[in-house]
Protein backbone atom coordinates (compact mmCIF):
# COMPACT_ATOMS: atom_id res chain seq x y z
CA UNK A 1 0.00 0.00 0.00
CA UNK A 2 0.98 3.56 -0.71
CA UNK A 3 -0.14 6.38 1.83
CA UNK A 4 0.35 10.00 0.32
CA UNK A 5 -0.52 11.97 3.18
CA UNK A 6 1.99 11.93 6.13
CA UNK A 7 3.05 14.63 8.24
CA UNK A 8 6.14 14.31 10.78
CA UNK A 9 6.99 16.10 13.29
CA UNK A 10 8.83 18.96 10.64
CA UNK A 11 5.11 20.16 10.46
CA UNK A 12 3.93 22.01 13.55
CA UNK A 13 1.46 19.50 14.54
CA UNK A 14 3.09 16.29 13.61
CA UNK A 15 4.67 13.51 16.64
CA UNK A 16 6.46 11.18 14.68
CA UNK A 17 9.94 11.69 13.09
CA UNK A 18 11.07 10.64 9.26
CA UNK A 19 13.29 7.43 10.83
CA UNK A 20 10.15 6.62 13.01
CA UNK A 21 7.70 6.18 10.01
CA UNK A 22 10.22 4.31 7.88
CA UNK A 23 10.97 1.74 10.83
CA UNK A 24 7.11 0.97 11.28
CA UNK A 25 6.07 1.05 7.41
CA UNK A 26 6.55 -2.39 6.34
CA UNK A 27 5.00 -3.66 9.92
CA UNK A 28 1.94 -2.12 8.40
CA UNK A 29 1.87 -2.80 5.09
CA UNK A 30 3.55 0.17 3.57
CA UNK A 31 5.48 0.15 1.05
CA UNK A 32 5.89 4.05 -0.20
CA UNK A 33 5.27 6.92 1.84
CA UNK A 34 5.06 10.46 0.40
CA UNK A 35 5.91 12.75 2.97
CA UNK A 36 3.65 15.95 3.07
CA UNK A 37 4.48 18.68 5.24
CA UNK A 38 2.23 21.28 6.40
CA UNK A 39 2.39 24.91 4.38
CA UNK A 40 0.73 27.16 5.41
CA UNK A 41 0.95 31.11 5.55
CA UNK A 42 -0.70 32.92 8.46
CA UNK A 43 -0.19 36.34 7.31
CA UNK A 44 -2.82 38.62 9.01
CA UNK A 45 -4.14 35.89 11.42
CA UNK A 46 -2.90 36.12 15.10
CA UNK A 47 -1.06 33.06 15.48
CA UNK A 48 2.40 31.90 17.04
CA UNK A 49 2.64 29.52 14.16
CA UNK A 50 5.12 29.68 11.39
CA UNK A 51 5.12 29.23 8.17
CA UNK A 52 7.29 26.33 7.54
CA UNK A 53 11.03 26.19 6.34
CA UNK A 54 10.80 24.27 3.00
CA UNK A 55 14.76 24.54 3.19
CA UNK A 56 15.06 22.60 6.21
CA UNK A 57 12.25 20.23 5.18
CA UNK A 58 13.90 19.00 1.74
CA UNK A 59 17.36 18.40 4.28
CA UNK A 60 16.00 16.29 6.33
CA UNK A 61 14.22 14.59 3.81
CA UNK A 62 16.89 13.79 1.77
CA UNK A 63 18.65 12.68 4.77
CA UNK A 64 16.22 9.52 4.66
CA UNK A 65 15.57 9.44 0.86
CA UNK A 66 18.18 6.39 0.32
CA UNK A 67 16.49 4.31 2.89
CA UNK A 68 16.27 0.97 1.72
CA UNK A 69 13.31 0.04 4.47
CA UNK A 70 10.78 1.90 2.07
CA UNK A 71 10.39 3.95 -1.21
CA UNK A 72 9.66 7.85 -0.24
CA UNK A 73 8.54 10.65 -1.95
CA UNK A 74 8.94 14.10 -1.39
CA UNK A 75 5.48 15.83 -1.00
CA UNK A 76 3.82 18.62 0.52
CA UNK A 77 0.60 20.08 1.71
CA UNK A 78 -0.26 23.45 0.57
CA UNK A 79 -2.68 25.66 2.50
CA UNK A 80 -4.13 27.29 -0.44
CA UNK A 81 -5.62 30.80 0.00
CA UNK A 82 -6.93 33.77 -2.76
CA UNK A 83 -4.54 36.07 -1.34
CA UNK A 84 -1.33 34.00 -1.44
CA UNK A 85 -1.24 33.27 -5.05
CA UNK A 86 2.09 34.69 -5.34
CA UNK A 87 3.61 33.31 -2.72
CA UNK A 88 2.71 29.86 -3.48
CA UNK A 89 3.55 30.12 -6.92
CA UNK A 90 6.94 31.50 -5.90
CA UNK A 91 7.87 28.81 -3.43
CA UNK A 92 6.50 25.65 -5.75
CA UNK A 93 8.68 27.05 -8.06
CA UNK A 94 11.79 26.46 -6.32
CA UNK A 95 11.31 22.56 -4.88
CA UNK A 96 11.59 19.55 -7.00
CA UNK A 97 7.98 18.24 -5.27
CA UNK A 98 6.74 14.46 -6.11
CA UNK A 99 3.17 15.47 -5.03
CA UNK A 100 1.42 18.47 -4.19
CA UNK A 101 -1.78 18.59 -2.07
CA UNK A 102 -3.87 21.85 -2.09
CA UNK A 103 -5.53 22.34 0.76
CA UNK A 104 -8.19 24.76 2.74
CA UNK A 105 -7.29 25.27 6.25
CA UNK A 106 -7.05 28.66 6.82
CA UNK A 107 -10.96 30.19 5.43
CA UNK A 108 -12.40 33.66 4.88
CA UNK A 109 -8.39 34.48 6.97
CA UNK A 110 -9.88 32.18 9.74
CA UNK A 111 -7.60 28.86 10.77
CA UNK A 112 -11.07 26.75 11.61
CA UNK A 113 -9.26 24.26 13.64
CA UNK A 114 -8.24 26.97 15.77
CA UNK A 115 -10.60 29.54 15.71
CA UNK A 116 -13.91 28.92 15.99
CA UNK A 117 -15.16 32.18 14.62
CA UNK A 118 -14.84 30.98 11.24
CA UNK A 119 -18.60 29.57 12.45
CA UNK A 120 -20.14 32.25 14.29
CA UNK A 121 -23.43 34.08 12.98
CA UNK A 122 -23.46 31.79 10.49
CA UNK A 123 -26.18 28.61 9.89
CA UNK A 124 -24.43 25.34 9.39
CA UNK A 125 -24.97 25.73 5.64
CA UNK A 126 -23.84 29.50 5.08
CA UNK A 127 -20.59 28.42 6.88
CA UNK A 128 -20.23 25.01 5.12
CA UNK A 129 -20.66 27.41 1.57
CA UNK A 130 -18.48 29.91 2.47
CA UNK A 131 -16.16 27.17 3.25
CA UNK A 132 -16.86 25.54 -0.30
CA UNK A 133 -16.89 28.75 -1.97
CA UNK A 134 -13.26 29.70 -1.25
CA UNK A 135 -12.18 25.92 -2.10
CA UNK A 136 -14.21 26.87 -5.85
CA UNK A 137 -11.90 30.16 -6.06
CA UNK A 138 -8.97 28.47 -4.87
CA UNK A 139 -9.39 25.88 -7.59
CA UNK A 140 -9.77 28.38 -10.37
CA UNK A 141 -7.06 30.55 -9.30
CA UNK A 142 -4.00 27.64 -8.58
CA UNK A 143 -2.99 25.48 -11.59
CA UNK A 144 0.75 24.33 -11.12
CA UNK A 145 0.47 24.52 -7.03
CA UNK A 146 -1.47 21.28 -6.30
CA UNK A 147 -2.30 17.80 -7.66
CA UNK A 148 -5.43 16.75 -6.00
CA UNK A 149 -7.49 18.68 -3.43
CA UNK A 150 -6.78 17.11 0.28
CA UNK A 151 -9.68 16.33 2.40
CA UNK A 152 -12.00 18.11 0.56
CA UNK A 153 -14.96 18.31 2.84
CA UNK A 154 -12.72 19.63 5.89
CA UNK A 155 -15.61 21.89 7.22
CA UNK A 156 -17.00 19.07 8.66
CA UNK A 157 -14.60 18.46 11.32
CA UNK A 158 -15.15 21.70 12.82
CA UNK A 159 -18.23 23.73 13.58
CA UNK A 160 -19.66 21.75 16.52
CA UNK A 161 -23.02 20.91 14.34
CA UNK A 162 -25.26 17.60 15.13
CA UNK A 163 -25.02 17.08 11.48
CA UNK A 164 -21.55 16.63 10.14
CA UNK A 165 -22.13 14.51 7.12
CA UNK A 166 -22.23 16.44 3.73
CA UNK A 167 -25.50 15.99 2.26
CA UNK A 168 -24.63 16.02 -1.72
CA UNK A 169 -28.11 17.25 -2.61
CA UNK A 170 -27.96 19.97 -0.31
CA UNK A 171 -24.60 21.53 -1.71
CA UNK A 172 -24.89 19.97 -5.14
CA UNK A 173 -24.74 23.20 -7.50
CA UNK A 174 -21.27 23.82 -5.69
CA UNK A 175 -19.97 20.76 -5.05
CA UNK A 176 -20.36 19.68 -9.08
CA UNK A 177 -18.55 23.31 -9.74
CA UNK A 178 -15.98 21.83 -7.47
CA UNK A 179 -15.84 18.90 -8.87
CA UNK A 180 -16.25 19.96 -12.54
CA UNK A 181 -13.57 22.46 -12.27
CA UNK A 182 -11.30 19.91 -10.57
CA UNK A 183 -11.47 17.55 -13.59
CA UNK A 184 -11.29 20.27 -16.28
CA UNK A 185 -7.78 21.02 -15.16
CA UNK A 186 -6.58 17.33 -14.74
CA UNK A 187 -6.80 17.30 -10.73
CA UNK A 188 -7.61 14.90 -8.33
CA UNK A 189 -9.06 14.57 -4.82
CA UNK A 190 -7.74 12.27 -2.05
CA UNK A 191 -9.57 10.09 0.04
CA UNK A 192 -7.62 10.95 3.09
CA UNK A 193 -8.80 8.08 6.24
CA UNK A 194 -8.53 10.84 9.19
CA UNK A 195 -12.46 11.37 9.05
CA UNK A 196 -12.46 8.18 10.55
CA UNK A 197 -10.58 9.01 13.30
CA UNK A 198 -12.22 12.10 13.72
CA UNK A 199 -15.08 10.73 14.52
CA UNK A 200 -16.91 11.50 11.59
CA UNK A 201 -18.09 8.09 10.09
CA UNK A 202 -16.16 8.19 7.02
CA UNK A 203 -13.20 9.25 5.49
CA UNK A 204 -12.82 12.67 3.90
CA UNK A 205 -14.81 13.09 1.68
CA UNK A 206 -17.98 11.01 1.90
CA UNK A 207 -18.67 8.58 -0.94
CA UNK A 208 -21.38 10.12 -2.32
CA UNK A 209 -18.88 12.79 -3.35
CA UNK A 210 -16.63 10.33 -4.37
CA UNK A 211 -19.54 8.45 -6.66
CA UNK A 212 -19.89 12.03 -8.47
CA UNK A 213 -16.77 12.72 -8.75
CA UNK A 214 -16.13 9.87 -10.60
CA UNK A 215 -20.02 10.42 -12.90
CA UNK A 216 -18.62 13.59 -13.82
CA UNK A 217 -15.61 11.78 -15.18
CA UNK A 218 -12.93 12.20 -12.38
CA UNK A 219 -10.09 9.69 -12.88
CA UNK A 220 -7.80 10.49 -10.30
CA UNK A 221 -8.02 9.63 -6.53
CA UNK A 222 -4.78 9.13 -3.95
CA UNK A 223 -5.59 7.46 -0.65
CA UNK A 224 -3.75 9.15 2.29
CA UNK A 225 -4.18 8.71 6.20
CA UNK A 226 -2.94 12.36 6.86
CA UNK A 227 -0.94 10.79 9.97
CA UNK A 228 0.96 12.72 12.12
CA UNK A 229 2.36 10.21 14.59
CA UNK A 230 3.59 6.62 13.42
CA UNK A 231 -0.10 4.47 15.22
CA UNK A 232 -1.86 6.16 11.95
CA UNK A 233 0.82 5.38 9.04
CA UNK A 234 -2.02 3.49 6.24
CA UNK A 235 -4.50 3.65 8.85
CA UNK A 236 -8.41 1.89 7.63
CA UNK A 237 -6.88 1.78 4.58
CA UNK A 238 -9.38 -1.10 3.92
CA UNK A 239 -12.08 1.11 4.46
CA UNK A 240 -10.77 3.86 1.18
CA UNK A 241 -10.26 0.85 -0.84
CA UNK A 242 -14.05 0.01 -0.45
CA UNK A 243 -15.09 2.86 -1.04
CA UNK A 244 -13.46 3.11 -4.31
CA UNK A 245 -14.69 -0.56 -5.17
CA UNK A 246 -18.10 0.58 -4.24
CA UNK A 247 -17.79 4.20 -6.87
CA UNK A 248 -16.57 1.70 -9.58
CA UNK A 249 -12.64 3.14 -9.45
CA UNK A 250 -10.47 0.40 -10.52
CA UNK A 251 -7.21 1.93 -10.14
CA UNK A 252 -5.73 4.35 -7.41
CA UNK A 253 -2.67 6.82 -8.38
CA UNK A 254 0.18 7.58 -6.82
CA UNK A 255 2.94 10.81 -7.72
CA UNK A 256 6.40 11.06 -9.13
CA UNK A 257 7.41 13.85 -9.93
CA UNK A 258 4.17 15.38 -10.41
CA UNK A 259 2.88 12.90 -12.71
CA UNK A 260 0.00 10.36 -11.59
CA UNK A 261 0.95 6.41 -11.94
CA UNK A 262 -1.73 4.56 -11.82
CA UNK A 263 -1.79 1.28 -9.71
CA UNK A 264 -4.61 -1.20 -10.39
CA UNK A 265 -6.69 -2.19 -7.03
Do not use: W
Request: aromatic share 12%.
Amino acid sequence: MKDCHVHTKISHDGISSIDEYLKIAKEKGIDEITFTEHYDIYDGLNTNLKTLDVSYYQNEYLTHKDDLKVKTNFGIEIGLQPDTTEQIKNMVKQYPFDFIIGSSHITCKKDMAMDKSFFEGYTRKEAYLRYFKEVLENIKLYDNEFDVYGHIDYVVRYGNYAEKKIDYEEFREILDEILINLIKKDKGIEINTSGIRYGLGSPHPNIDIIKRYKELGGKIITIGSDAHKIEDLGKDFDIAYNMLKEADFREVAIYHNRKPEFIKI
